[in-house]
């Protein structure tokens, strides 16, 4: 019963949960921006707020209600002992693949002119929020010990899904996947559930996703 009442609430959240965020990403952000002239308050109220509600708060509630029916309960997910060296060697993949990009696009490494405190803002939410949702509640929610990688899958089809709204906002939705872009986010997910499953501590996927976004932001 209680395997039961689990899937019904993954499949309502599912559904529900993606169409608040596409509502969010194609109608409501366009008001923010109209709304707040400042790029830092509109980034915060966006990132800092909303996305949190919508997003870190639903999750963080889930995983408590469904504490007995968890792969990793909320108390061991966040203090949980890390042995960082081990995922040393992820940061430094991160850092080249993303320094070695910049220099085939620009022809060399420089450090994007629009980065600000707005960036900072974003990249300082979006690992939280992110890895809270796939990773603290829907991958932990679904994974089993001789089904790992079927969910880690699954998982990294719903993170791919969840960008399609900013895609096609930003007119990005084709390209995305003619430029074989949406690899990237594949891949990505795949090494954040990874980490999480061999951590069994959401910060370090929190830690991976918030690093890389940095380098995003300061090298695009």
Partial sequence: M???KKTTVLIFYFIIFYALWAV???IVRDSIDSTFKNAVVTEFVKEGVIKN???????IALIKYFKDDMYISLKE?????VNVLKYLPVFIIFTIFLLCNSFVLNGKIAISENFGMDDIIIFIFVGLTEEMVFRGWLLNATIRDDKKWQAVLINSLMFLVIHFPIWIHDGIFI?????????????LSIIFSWSFIKSRNILVPIALHTYWDLLVSIFS
């Fill in 2 to 4: 209680s395997n039961k």
């Fill in 24 to 26: 969010m990403e194609l």
């Fill in 53 to 59: 509600l919508l997003w870190t708060l639903p999750a």
């Fill in 77 to 81: 997910m966040i203090s949980t002992k």
């Fill in 175 to 187: 390209t995305s996947f003619t430029s074989f872009g949406f690899v990237t986010i594949l891949i």
